[in-house]
């Protein structure tokens, strides 16, 4: 696992564009899971931005971690925060856009979201495999769609599971912990204090850190970054 550790959100995302733009450079196609939240919003701006024109987007397969079952147009939709900050931007086939459609019923859908992994990916033991996999934490550990509620849905048979928001109830479609950490590369970003606390249990393994979801991601290929703020790894 390697850390690295930025002064503030922005400069989170600055630096994740430009690692990302590199991965993507030296691949000839490039499957990429998303993940949604204020960190990833900032990051998909700086790529368009930035990279822009520099970057070959035809070659890039766009998918979700977790999608909330909500329609696309719902602001609530990570795919919409993704369209209005990334997709709006710049010049990607919409061919290459395979979202999770979280208005349909979210088991069907689960079921699909599954069964397309396993045709567009790769396959390794038997799981789907994407080239890169962006993660958030929220501030109760859960990554993906994958609560500490639920965290047996890490295991979950199926590649793609339905999920419920503690507080809320609310539905959400999310790739499992197999599919996670098959992926040739995870990356976390995680800034702001409010994600210290569970920073601290998880990279200092503190007992009972392992009820975290996020402490389950341990990619099989050893690939694991933390791109994290001075707030969240104070």
């Known amino acids: 696992m390697e850390v690295k550790i930025y002064k503030d959100k922005q400069e989170v995302a600055q630096q994740f564009s430009a690692y990302f733009a590199d991965l993507v450079h030296r691949k000839q196609t490039f499957h990429v899971a998303l993940s949604g939240g204020s960190t990833p919003k900032l990051a998909f701006d700086v790529l368009a931005s930035e990279y822009g024109p520099k970057i070959d987007w035809s070659k890039i397969h766009f998918y979700w971690g977790d999608e909330r079952c909500v329609p696309p147009d719902d602001d609530d939709s990570n795919y919409k925060m993704t369209v209005e900050h990334l997709f709006s931007k710049i010049d990607v086939p919409r061919a290459n856009i395979h979202r999770i459609l979280g208005e349909s019923d979210p088991k069907r859908e689960a079921l699909r979201y599954a069964n397309l992994l396993e045709i567009n990916l790769d396959r390794v033991a038997g799981v789907p495999q994407f080239d890169l996999v962006l993660l958030g934490m929220g501030d109760d550990g859960h990554t993906a769609s994958i609560f500490p509620h639920e965290i047996e849905l890490w295991n979950a048979h199926d590649h793609c599971v339905v999920a419920t928001h503690p507080d809320s109830k609310q539905k959400r479609v999310s790739i499992n912990g197999k599919v996670i950490n098959r992926a040739k590369e995870v990356i976390f970003l995680v800034t702001g204090a409010s994600k210290a606390e569970k920073v601290n249990e998880i990279h200092n ?21 933390w791109f994290l703020d001075e707030e969240a790894a104070q």
């Open 205 to 225: 393994q503190k007992e009972g850190h392992e009820k975290y979801p996020a402490a389950l991601v341990k990619p099989k290929s050893g690939k694991l970054t």
